[in-house]
């Protein structure tokens, strides 16, 4: 096996295409889709993020 700098290797990585499933390009792509109405800013809410982040109330 001949040894070459690392500049020259080859076969380092696999470059594919990426496919994907939705096209989401476009603004309002996902409106109806997600409700971000009701409790999302409540003091409840609120706390448990607080809690989950280690962040005292």
């Known amino acids: 096996m001949v040894s ?3 500049w020259r290797a080859r076969d380092a990585a696999k470059i594919v295409p990426l496919v994907r499933r939705v096209d989401r390009r ?4 996902l409106a109806g889709q997600v ?4 409790d ?4 409840e809410t609120n ?3 607080a809690d989950d982040f ?3 109330t």
Do not use: A, E, K, V
């Not at 999302?40 to 003091?43: K, L, V």
């Open 4 to 6: 070459r700098p690392w």
């Open 54 to 56: 280690g962040i005292p």
């Open 47 to 49: 706390d448990r993020f």
């Open 35 to 38: 409700d971000l109405s009701g």
């Open 26 to 29: 476009g603004i309002g792509s």
């Open 40 to 43: 999302r800013d409540s003091p």
